[in-house]
């Protein structure tokens, strides 16, 4: 076979791969699965976890924020860190990181809102306050209805597990982290 065959299997390979990945990240992109309101199957016997409690309960109330101190006790900042990659496109989670499209988040939760060296929206600048733990879990629900007019095109982290993970894993982004609540 001739080196011009080579290369052209070799390219049709990676295109493959390139077209793989990108479907992959598209998936991500559009969502995750909600969790059902009720079991789709009962087993006789099996208590549900706490965690599947809570988002059930979520759930029956599409729109509703849940109270962020059960979720944090239910969640885990290692499954948190996943959940992070979609951060990770405009946000540095390294300590002393540049700042992206977004702001560094090292540290974010206990922080002044809008307090870093950024170009933040009219419409978070006058917030006022900390990033605590009740405002983290509003905001990363829907930034555009926790801030109308920010800048910030990420629609959200809908499921309540992932976003408590999620802020769990924030919190540990930190010299000194901020004391549960």
């Known amino acids: 076979m001739s080196a ?23 998936g991500d992109a559009v969502g995750q699965a909600q969790p059902l309101a009720n079991p789709a199957y009962l087993v006789e016997g099996a208590a549900a976890t706490p965690a599947a409690k809570i988002q059930a309960k979520s759930a029956a109330t599409p729109g509703a924020i849940t109270a962020i101190g059960p979720l944090l006790a239910a969640a885990s900042a290692e499954s948190g860190k996943s959940v992070a990659r979609k951060c990770a496109t405009c946000h540095s989670l390294k300590k002393g990181g540049k700042r992206k499209v977004g702001p560094a988040l090292w540290g974010v939760v206990g922080a002044k809102k809008a307090s870093r060296s950024f ?44 976003r408590a993970a999620l802020i769990l894993y924030l919190r540990s982004l930190a010299d000194s982290p901020l004391p549960l609540p």
């Open 4 to 26: 011009m065959g080579i290369n052209k299997i070799a390219g049709a390979i990676l295109t493959a791969l390139i077209i793989i990945k990108v479907s992959d990240l598209a």
């Open 119 to 162: 170009r933040y929206s009219s419409a978070l600048k006058g917030l006022g306050g900390v990033w605590d733990y009740a405002a983290l879990n509003a905001f990363l629900a829907s930034p555009k209805t926790f801030a109308p007019g920010n800048k910030m095109t990420f629609t959200g982290v809908k499921r309540d597990s992932d």
